[in-house]
């Protein structure tokens, strides 16, 4: 029973990835692996053949359970084409309406705005050591960046609250640690419905769109995807530094330049990239020298943290030290690192600036807070990143003894809590699995199309694992 914290949880890691792999099938192709070496990862994933993205793979009936509703509308998921053409162009001009510093002063007022929340009305809290979850905590401020972003007014804390709703939904079902709720999901689109009808944002959106569709697709790529992975990206952050406390304190010392944050978050992001396994369906032969092609009709999955490891000495399988300055010579920096994907193959929307929000969300944050954590930290954060705010001025009796007996509460807390949600993760996803491919969302659709090329059955290849988280 004392030591069950600490073998069960990579038990049910191990099983749960099996599950998984049975939804891969036998046309996974997983990069970097044995048919696709880390050499030809980012060759691959830009190659203008490796376009599909939805239809033809197992993989994508769970991906559009998870994301409904409106899965066939969300930007990731559209299979190239026209309507994907224009989807792309409006999320384009959207994030590209705020100048660098629009974009700055937007991020460190909504930051601001959750912080004194956080404090309470009258600011009580504001001296108490206090234990939060990053990922709770930051979710919020995206959910508040991105509606002003898309309807360049303020967002009102009831929108605001259910925008963080249907995020927390979508991120907890894409983690396995909750069911999704539908009714949540739908209440934000039909307050989007109706806010469009009242008053369309700056931006004409997608005129391919009916105006539902046009709902969706706002839901999706902005109070979805942009609202989850930002909040995962700050919790990973905020955790990194509060686990490093020499990186803390050189950022709290006041010495360290913008740069060195960027450094942290390049570092971050090289040891808990966002995503997992992204996977690309080949719409024709990808042809390399030396090499079979990979076949039209394959499911590439592509494995960022297996690339990200790939860079590292000894092929990343001991040990890899939390160190910021590894970036600031071209023969320690990692070679093999793509935090916001290939720019061949629908790049991160966000990624010309959301280095530099993550920069400015995190020096709000340590501006009032020293960050400390005893928390197992995850590539996944299932446990959405237990970390105490403890006040930088005016602390109740936060002395050295009570440091370690906080932490030790923490550490031990976190450890037993991995127990039950392991198992919560392997029923809920093996449900989850099943449901999915019992509705067929996105095999239904596609039903009616003329079929797709398929990979030939006696062709090699890697049973893939894993999904995207």
């Known amino acids: 029973m004392v030591s069950l914290p600490y073998w069960l949880p990579p038990v049910v890691v191990a099983l749960r990835v099996r599950v998984f792999a049975r939804v891969n099938g036998e046309e996974g192709i997983t990069a970097p692996g044995r048919e696709v070496p880390a050499e030809e990862f980012r060759t691959v994933y830009g190659h203008p053949a490796a376009n599909g993205r939805s239809r033809g793979a197992a993989l994508s009936d769970l991906f559009w359970y998870w994301l409904s509703p409106g899965p066939e509308v969300h930007q990731e998921h559209l299979e190239p084409g026209p309507r994907y053409d224009d989807v792309a162009r409006t999320t384009r001009r959207i994030l590209a309406g705020p100048s660098r510093e629009e974009w700055a002063e937007l991020t ?29 905590m930051m979710m919020p401020v995206w959910a ?16 605001r609250e259910l925008i963080t709703g249907h995020a927390d939904d979508v991120v907890s079902a894409l983690k396995c640690t909750g069911l999704r709720h539908m009714d949540r999901r739908q209440r934000l689109t039909a307050y989007l419905r109706e806010r469009l009808a009242g008053g369309p944002p700056p931006v004409p959106l997608p005129a391919t769109l009916t105006a539902h569709e046009q709902a969706l697709y706002l839901q999706g790529t902005f109070f979805n995807t942009a609202v989850v992975q930002m909040s995962e990206a700050m ?17 709290l010392s006041g010495e360290a330049q913008d740069d060195y944050l960027d450094r942290v978050v390049d570092e971050t992001l090289h040891h808990f990239p966002l995503f997992g396994i ?29 690339y990200h490891r790939s860079g590292t000495p000894g092929g990343g399988t001991g040990h890899r030290p939390f160190d910021p300055d590894r970036w600031l010579s071209p023969d320690t920096r990692p070679a093999a690192y793509i935090p916001f994907g290939v720019t061949a193959n629908r790049p991160c929307p966000a990624r010309g600036f959301a280095v530099l929000t993550m920069r400015v969300a995190a020096r709000e944050v340590l501006r009032r807070y020293r960050l400390e954590s005893s928390a197992e930290h995850t590539r996944s954060l299932p446990s959405r990143g237990p970390c105490l705010l403890v006040p930088r001025t005016g602390a109740v009796a936060w ?71």
């Not at 990808?286 to 297996?306: D, K, Q, W």
């Open 144 to 159: 508040g960046v991105y509606y002003e972003a898309v309807f360049r007014e303020p967002c009102p804390r009831p929108v």
């Open 235 to 251: 919790a990973h952050l905020l955790l990194a530094l509060a686990t490093h406390r020499p990186v803390q304190d050189r950022l």
């Open 278 to 306: 992204a996977h690309r369906i080949t719409t024709g032969e990808i042809h390399r020298p030396g090499r079979e092609p990979v076949p039209a009709g394959s499911v590439l999955l592509f494995n960022y943290p297996e």
């Open 399 to 469: 002395g050295p003894v009570r440091r370690r007996v906080r932490l030790e509460r923490l550490r031990l807390a976190d450890r037993w809590a991995a127990v039950p949600r392991s198992l919560t993760q392997l029923a809920l996803g093996s449900y989850m699995v099943w449901d999915a491919r019992r509705q067929g969302l996105c095999r239904n659709y596609f039903a009616d199309a003329p079929p797709a090329p398929r990979r030939p059955r006696g062709a090699a290849g890697d049973p893939g694992g894993g999904s995207r988280r």
């Open 108 to 136: 460190a007022r909504c930051t601001r705005q959750v912080l004194d929340e956080l404090a309470g009305p009258d600011g009580a809290a504001r001296n108490r050591v206090r234990t939060v979850r990053l990922r709770d």
